[in-house]
């Protein structure tokens, strides 16, 4: 007689055969969850990004050697081989396991090799991990967080899971067959969209976990997926305006002359920043008073000017820190399993904070709260966020890496994530309302602790230029809908230089168009050098060149003024989108497929895209670029904002433009239009 493995257990499809155990499980309308393991149990102390679901009835039918688990529009059947097949409500196929079985039937082969691979580490209970899907004609593939690449579609991708400076890892896929993907594991790893293949691996984990998601458009996928990892909150008021800066003020009189220099000239400005090394020493979160003797009264002045003061926050702590000795005692810092205890040297040697461990949480909150919060600071700047593993030996050393989550290759992912909610969740203890924190760094799930991710350290060029754009688009698919970058990029630029004018006037002029416009560089000259030790850097070292919207010459200045000015109109169209990316998990910025999923035109373009639904940007991405092609979706009409020429949607258009402006559409009757064409 044959033995039955699988058997529905409470509203769960489960299968135990040959060592291992499936799970299949509703989890949110619409989804469905995967785990699996060859261990005795699922473990089911981690959900990792997941939220827990609302309770769900599914549908389960158990038959000879198959089963079927269908919630709302997906629906899951696993065969006798043991093959997870995935389908929408009309039963076409959305996702399936790439098994070669080794049996003769149409599917079949005479390889064996299986969809779901287990790889031993020795030593442990842990093992390497590899799963495969069949991939799709035609497919599409967007999201997977913040890539230095120029591709939007990822399809034909191999792709790191890891966080590096200005690559933000999270493994959300988005696809044009109309689902939703989460590798729901936070190990060190890739994924490879192949032409025969789509493989996700894990260098360490205990299970198998992902959850997947169908939608009619790509509008339901994110929607869901925001509903299942959690929604992002209300962006504050104060963040959707202009914020400045540059590395680095070097002293409180430096800084507030910049903000008083904004007020006298009547430009809008709603934050300015106070960089690294405002403080005495890595891992002593507090102004240096030497530099910046009456932080008091300086954050007083700018409340009364209406601007924020926003504070870098390095998770770095030297070791001749005040506070390395106690962290380091009570088992707050990362740990390094073997080879040299530091983990960075940068200016000194450091150690990290363990942002995994909820103590140390506490503790670097607590010296942050005492430091900058009490004293009126309420935005924080949440540097090196990856964290920066990168030691004398130039590369991310994941494998010698400790913290209190697990080893570094198990769980190193989760690092922003406990970081950001450090901050989060003490301020909101503190009673602060309306909170964001920018953060060079983020998780799945990392937008419900009001994370405003930003695409790093990028290099001052068109190329990279280019990069961020696609960076900006995915991340928003990605789950994160606030997003920046360093406008006009950061390192390098010098002011004289034409060809940098040009690409400071074209970033900017694009930065109007993303969720937060933020201006920052360290401009060439540069006055810093990485010789000082931090027992010379406040004294000796400066920063680079002046990084103001004035610094530039009259003619960049009068462009870059006039952008601030569009940005302040925009900002209740801005407060709009902020509203639906809290409510429903919408990107505030997004592919034109997002909006006009039935057109097949919109899922080509790669170099446009929609802010909010009713204005359309055409960014220039290239040198002395003077026009550009520009596809206008159909259904609607769209009216050119330079010039109010008006345009039938389905068709593509050639505009002009010259240095002053990028091309810019609203929707004919929209509120929008009234107010870009100065009417509003």
Known sequence: MRRQYLSREGDRLVRRQGGEIVWIEPWGEHSLRVRATRQRAIDTSQDWALEPPAPATPDITIGEGEARISNGRITATIDRYGIVEFTNQDGQRLLREYWQVLDIGPETSSIAIPGRAYQPVLGSDDCELTVSFQPQPGEKIYGLGQRQIAELDLKGCTLELAHRNSQASIPFALSSRGYGFLWNNPAIGRVTFGKNVTEWYAARTGQLDYWI???DTPAQVEEAYAG????????????TGFWQCKLRYKTQDELLAVAREYKRRELPISVIVADFFHWPQQGEWKFDPQFWPDPDAMIAELRELGIELMVSIWPTVDVNSENYDEMEDRGLLVRTDRGAGTQMEFMGNEVFFDATNPEAQAFVWARAKENYFDK????????????????HSGQYDWDVIRYQAGPALKVGNLYPVGYARAFYEGQQAAGQAGICNLIRCCWAGSQKYATLLWSGDV?????SFRMQYAAGLNAGLSGIPWWTTDIGGFTGGNGEDPEFRELLVRWFQWGVFCPVTRLHGFREPQEFTG????????EVLGSGAANEVWSYGEDVYQILAGCLRTREALRPYVREQMTAAHQRGTPVMRPLFYDFPADPTAWEVEDQYLFGPDVLVAPILAYQQRERAVYLPPGRTWVEVATGTEHAGGQTVTVAAPLELTP???AAGSAVLEVLSGRG
């Open 459 to 463: 290099h001052s060029t068109f190329a």
């Open 376 to 391: 009126g600071v309420r935005v924080f700047w949440l540097d090196e966020a990856e964290p920066e593993l990168v030691t």
């Open 531 to 538: 010789e000082a030790t931090w027992r010379t850097f406040n």
């Open 213 to 215: 998601t169908a939608g």
């Open 664 to 666: 810019v559409f609203a």
């Open 228 to 239: 299942a990892t959690g929604k992002t909150p209300m962006m504050p008021d104060w963040a």
